[in-house]
């Protein structure tokens, strides 16, 4: 048996960090998170709590028996019934013991054993930063050598504040370390938005401080093309963007409102042109409206009137040609 370089010694009394992993359905997987975990280098209390939401499979058998050979360092809350993804991330976070969380979905791992010293250390020189990312690469889930970007965000190391993370969710979860607590100011309606389950907590985080992206790369991100997320298109993701955005009205300050709504249009600007590439003119319409809703009157303006512009033209050709009704109606 590989020894860890946590120690269990190191978690007597209120650790720093408190590692919060979310489970279902992760037999093949978790051991694997777990293993890079086991592997930091951590000179600072550290805990490891796995929230499993009632798999099926044998998930909760492997980490129990992790639990057994670590005991003091590993936490298992096993449901016996399913909560959901968000309800199961807030309450993982809320029985976390430690001064800071770090994020680690069940089918990701880190590939840097000081990935944890490397952001507490940042955390705590910067009472001003609430959370801490870095690089991750993006790897396919059973091929770990295929590599689909080695080095993501593609964007500058440095500090970010609201604009940028309104702007797009740069920040992979397996990347994350924050400050606890901040889960608390999640709005009541966290729970209905499944599957954005990070973006939320960067919004609340943002009203607070500023965030941190470290310039290495220190985990691997895995795609599973054939889940039911990832297998659905870009279309899908701009559709709960696009929700995102409404949401996310009531939680962001006053000045930044106007950006909300013009990043909602473009999301719609994008979805009513892929809606005409499938041929479903009636739906691309209506997501065209909205896209010149959604903004003020004279934002995104030249793009949002050539959205409507081609939509009411397909259709209009669509009805021309004969159809009995338009597709999506």
Known sequence: MTLPLISAEQTTGTPTVTVAITSYKSERWIGRA???????????????????????????????????????????????????????????????????????????????????????????????????????????????????????????????????????????????????????????????????????????????????????VMADYTLNPTSAFWGAGDLFWYEQDARFYRYAESIVPQRFLKQVRAERGRRYESIAYLLRKQGKFAESRRAAVEAFRSPAITDNIATKTKALVAALVREAQWRKRGSNKPSGE
């Open 34 to 216: 777990l293993d890079s975990v086991l592997q930091q280098r951590a000179p600072f209390g550290v805990e490891i709590l796995i929230a499993d939401d009632c798999s099926p499979d044998g998930t909760v058998a492997v980490v129990r028996e992790y639990e057994s050979r670590y005991p003091g360092l590993i936490r298992v809350i096993a449901r016996s019934e399913n909560v959901g993804t968000q309800r199961n991330y807030y309450d993982a976070f809320e029985q976390s013991r430690g001064k800071y969380i770090a994020w680690l979905d069940h089918d990701d791992y880190w590939t840097d054993p000081d990935k944890l010293a490397l952001q507490v250390e940042a955390l705590e020189a910067d009472p001003s930063l609430m959370i801490c990312g870095h690089y991750v690469r993006w790897v396919s889930r059973d091929a770990t050598t295929d590599v689909k970007r080695p080095r993501y965000p593609e964007m500058p190391a440095g500090r970010y504040g609201m604009e940028t993370i309104l702007r797009r969710n740069f920040l992979p979860s397996p990347s994350v370390m924050f400050r606890n607590g901040l889960h608390r100011d999640l709005p009541e309606w966290y729970f209905e938005i499944s599957p954005t389950t990070d973006w939320p907590l960067y919004i609340v985080a943002a009203r607070k401080g500023d965030i941190l992206l470290l310039d290495r």
